[in-house]
């Protein structure tokens, strides 16, 4: 029981966030001609960032936790690993609606943002109707159609098996 436990964990079978990690790197970038990469598949469980965009130099933590001490964490853990100095800007990007903030953590050398979903309909409000056309049927596709889930259910699968196969012959 133990051990499949560790093997779901080890492959992010727990994690909510990791589907939604790659709807939003796509969404985003088809959105803002942004080219992030989803840096969990780098580095399982990267610290501090989900997504990043060296060439625009935009970072980005999916979450569903909007409490004022995710925030600072998702910061500290950015500074420590000395982020700043590969990106402009920290996005934390909240899969649940955003709270009043009284005050954000203050940064240096880099810009922080807290959004949420209605932060990103603002945001592509004036686009042209052929772009909020593009992301209609993106979202469309993404939203009534189980192929991603499947596929990423798929590709969980296969590495529990591998991480199964290792703990066996060791």
Do not use: W
């Not at 192929?147 to 990423?152: D, P, T």
Request: charged share 35%.
């Amino acid at each position: 029981r133990r051990s499949s436990v560790l093997i779901k964990n080890s492959v992010h079978l727990l994690d909510i966030n990791i589907g939604s990690e790659n709807f939003y790197k796509d969404l985003l970038n088809l959105s803002f001609s942004l080219n992030l990469e989803n840096l969990n598949t780098e580095n399982i469980n990267a610290k501090a960032i989900d997504l990043g965009d060296k060439k625009n130099r935009i970072s980005i933590q999916v979450t569903s936790d909007n409490s004022i001490a995710k925030i600072k964490e998702t910061v500290r853990k950015f500074e420590e690993d000395g982020k700043q100095n590969e990106y402009d800007k920290l996005i934390v990007l909240l899969l649940t609606k955003k709270s009043k903030y009284r005050q954000l953590p203050q940064t240096s050398g880099y810009e922080l943002e807290v959004q949420d979903y209605r932060d990103f309909i603002r945001s592509i409000a004036d686009y042209s109707t052929d772009m909020l056309t593009q992301i209609n049927t993106f979202l469309d596709k993404e939203l009534t159609d189980d192929s991603r889930m499947k596929q990423e259910a798929d590709s969980k699968r296969s590495e529990e098996r591998r991480v199964g196969k290792e703990c066996r012959s060791r």
